[in-house]
C-alpha cells in the first residue's frame, strides 16, 4: 500500500542508485543558483502551506505543512490519514496511529534536511547531483553525502520571486512521489504544540480518555 509512500521514502532507505555516487561539475552560474537557494531558504522563519501529494503510481493525498526554522516542521495529512510527521528540532518523529507506533530519526538522517536545519549549507551537506535552470524555475537534484542510502530530493524553486514550489523523491524502483505547495503563507506565528507529539500518546491511559 502506497497511501503513505512520501513519509515511508524520506524516512528509510532511498536512493536513485549507484550512479549517483559522482556528484555534477558546477558552472558559476551554478554556483550563483546554489547560493540564491540557500540564501532564499536561510530567510525563511515560518511557512504554512497546504500541499497535494501525487505518487507515479496515481495515488493522491493532501495535507497542510507547517515550518519554524530552524528545526520544527509538521507534515498533517487530511483525514482518514493514519500518519503524522513532525520535527522537534532534534528528530523526525513519525506517528502511524493504525499501529499505534511512534518512531525516531535524526533530522541529519532525512534527505528534508535542507528544509528544516539552520544556516543551508548544500554542498557541505549533499552531493549536487544536477541543478537546471528554465524559464522561471530552478530545479536542484541532491542525494545524501555521507551515505547514499539515506535519500535524494529534487526541489523545484519559482525564480521571480524564489520560492519552492515542489519537491520529488523515487526510488530504486522508479516510484515517484511529488509534494507541491500551494497557498503558502510566510512570516505568521506558528503555535509551538504543533510541534510536539506526546510521548504517551498511545499509552492506556490517553486511550480511555
Known sequence: MLKNLFIVMVLFNVSYGSNLAR???LT???LDNISKIENYLNSIT???SIFL???STG???GGVLFLDR???MRVQYDEPSPVLLVSDGSYVIYVEKNLEQISHFPIRQTPLRVLIEKDVDLQAWYEIKDIKSGPGTLRLTLTMKDDLSLGSI???FSDRPMQLRQWT????QGIEVRVSLMDMQRGARLDPKLFEVDPNLFSSSNREN
Open 23 to 25: 556528484g555534477a561539475d
Open 46 to 48: 515560518t511557512l504554512k
Open 28 to 30: 558559476q552560474d551554478d
Open 70 to 72: 530552524p528545526g520544527k
Open 59 to 61: 495515488e493522491r493525498s
Open 53 to 55: 501529494q501525487t505518487a
Open 169 to 172: 523523491i523515487r526510488d530504486q
Open 154 to 156: 529534487q526541489l523545484l
